[in-house]
């Protein structure tokens, strides 16, 4: 029978150990087995790493400086319940083993112990890492829908020289490292509902600081059209609608809802207006305008970038607002960091524009008693 040090086991390893010789022996055994494996030296930033990257296992010494090995068990046992640690130790205590089985330690290895031993138990970790995938996807997204926050980038209006709205962005300090990792997380547990509704009682409880005079701007993934709470009077949201935009994101096909044009309308007798987010860049194109028939259309960054070195870019948005203004929508430009792209937009006529050149995302409505932006 074949040894298990040349059976490829997929799996990515943190390896945790003071001793740099033992670190890097373990290391290399693991790798050879076909792991993924990283190593660190210092057990005190193995959380950090763990919110960082993806693990399927802690492989850890117990006795080092700083952190011992039950110490940091119980630390990971504070991130995540699931995470499969092994741990090594050359002079075992029963006082440790209880505590490692207290904290659910998958295993106690004693060292020195034969390479086999260390590559079986390792992939028994992996294993068990496998069969808990849909539980812990589960919970990285409770973890993010408990941090989840929102910050709010300005839209100024060169015409009127001022913030006349504001996008709120989803931010989370736990679970998901950005928002795009947030939206999987929702899509892989079947989840979406519950992360629309959670982002939108959270904008709708940030509203109190929003300047009476400027729009709100909230994003909307095509599946929330089909959750009742978001065309519901009685939610937080819905009563402040008349002062706020729904921006219908082009990364999923609006072809699926069922009765859309029923919801559009009902969106609308709440007060609510409607944006197409991302235009240029997303799935359904122009078909998305012609089906929402949207207030504003907000055209997507890969147009603004290059756009002062490149006339065919120009003619494009230059296309795009002549298309806008015809169907009566207000076009806004996001994605502006620099003065050259500000004044070639302004030149083509966009009054609305969104970015970093103006304002970054912030915690609620920070730029809310500055009446002037970068808008001249």
């Keep these: 029978m074949s040894s298990p040090l040349f059976t490829t086991c997929p799996g990515t390893i943190l390896v945790v ?5 033992f670190l890097r022996v373990c290391t290399a055994v693991l ?4 792991f993924t494996v990283e190593g660190l030296g210092d057990p005190r930033h193995v959380v950090d790493r763990l919110k960082n990257g993806r693990f399927d296992a802690v492989v850890s010494d117990v006795r080092m400086p700083n952190v011992d090995g039950v110490e940091l068990l119980k630390a990971i046992r504070a991130f995540d319940v699931a995470m499969p640690v092994v741990l090594m130790s050359g002079h075992p ?3 440790t083993a209880m505590q490692a089985l207290e904290h659910r330690a998958l295993r106690m290895l004693q060292k020195p112990f034969e390479v086999d031993v260390l590559v079986d138990v390792v992939t028994q970790a992996v294993r068990s890492r496998s069969s808990n995938a849909p539980a812990l996807l589960h919970q990285k997204l409770d973890r993010a829908l408990a941090t989840l926050h929102m910050a709010y980038q300005p839209i100024v209006g060169t015409n009127e020289r001022r913030t ?4 709120a962005l989803v931010r989370c300090r736990e679970g998901a490292k950005d928002p795009m990792e947030l939206l999987k997380l ?3 547990t079947s989840r979406l509902h519950e992360l629309g509704r959670k982002i939108r009682d959270t904008v709708a409880r940030d509203a109190v600081h929003l300047p009476d005079d400027a729009l709100l701007f909230v994003n909307a993934h095509p599946a929330d059209l089909d959750d009742p709470h978001l065309i519901s009077p009685d939610a ?3 009563r402040i609608a008349r002062r706020c935009v729904l ?3 082009e990364r999923a096909s609006l072809e699926e809802i069922d009765a859309l044009q029923s919801k559009l309308f009902s969106l609308r007798s709440l007060g609510f207006r409607l944006a197409v987010d991302d235009l240029g860049a997303g799935y359904a194109g ?3 305008f012609a089906a929402v028939e949207p207030d504003f259309v907000k055209l997507d960054g890969s147009l603004v970038r290059g756009l002062p070195k490149s006339g065919k870019q120009q003619l494009v948005v230059a296309s795009m607002l002549e298309l806008a203004r015809e169907l009566g929508a207000q076009v806004i430009a996001e994605a502006i960091e620099t003065e050259a792209e500000r004044e070639v937009l302004s030149v083509l006529g966009i009054e609305w524009m969104q970015g970093y050149y103006f304002g970054r995302p912030a915690p609620p409505f920070q730029y809310a008693n500055e009446s002037l932006l970068k808008a001249a």
């Design 93 to 95: 205590t029963v006082e």
């Design 186 to 188: 929702a899509e892989e």
């Design 247 to 249: 921006e219908i994101t």
């Design 31 to 34: 790798k050879r087995a076909g």
């Design 286 to 288: 122009l078909s998305t």
């Design 236 to 238: 937080p949201l819905s």
């Design 17 to 21: 150990d003071d001793d740099d010789l």
């Design 164 to 167: 006349v709205a504001w996008e």
